[in-house]
């Protein structure tokens, strides 16, 4: 509960482009770590690690290459076609590679697909985030619609409320970095 709920406070500042939605992911990370361990879901362990490696190479990419918008926040824009095609390319591999290891462990998850689903979608919307891109909030929804009933589905009512709460979100932050990807980057802030 309490991993979950700094998730989604890790969520609303990513919405308001705060750097500090990199240690909260860190660190409801690291509590999600401890609840699937002892829940014995090594799947859900694994996920979480990848998380807290994604999150501190996000924290980094967004002090090292920081654009800043008028208002200070970090710069967001769309990304290019080819960036989405890498994107979509890289979640349906490592969606396949991860059902099928799940499959072949099935101690790993409790529903391996939708689980592999979840898992490539929230790294492949993680990276998006770390570079800035609007997308980020489309691949969320994705993993939503299919992490909201996977949830409910495994008796995780709890981390199935935070999903449709990360749903809501989704659209709001989606609508707010839309709008803020034709805010003009300051001139001077390194690119």
């Known amino acids: 509960m309490i991993g979950n709920t700094i998730g989604l406070i890790a969520l609303a500042l990513g919405w308001r482009r705060s750097i500090w939605t990199w240690p909260a992911q860190l660190v409801a990370g690291l509590i999600l770590v401890a609840a699937n361990a002892s829940a014995s879901l090594g799947g859900g362990v694994g996920k979480q690690l990848l998380i807290i490696g994604v999150a501190t190479w996000g924290w980094w990419q967004w002090n090292r290459g920081r654009r800043l918008a008028q208002d200070g926040s970090v710069a967001v824009r769309f990304a290019t076609w080819r960036e989405r095609g890498l994107l979509v390319a890289a979640a349906a591999?490592?969606?396949?590679?991860?059902?099928?290891?799940?499959?072949?462990y099935p101690s790993l998850s409790w529903n391996p697909w939708p689980d592999a689903y979840v898992f490539?979608?929230?790294?492949?919307?993680?990276?998006?985030q770390a570079r800035g891109l609007v997308e980020f909030w489309f691949a969320w929804l994705l993993v939503d619609l299919v992490g909201v009933p996977l949830a409910f589905s495994s008796g995780l009512a709890f981390s199935g409320l935070v999903y449709v709460v990360y749903f809501a979100l989704a659209v709001w932050g989606m609508r707010d970095w839309w709008l803020r990807s034709r805010t003009p980057v300051l001139k001077g802030a390194p690119a």
């Open 93 to 104: 591999v490592l969606t396949l590679a991860v059902g099928g290891l799940f499959t072949l």
């Open 120 to 128: 490539a979608g929230t790294l492949v919307a993680m990276i998006a």
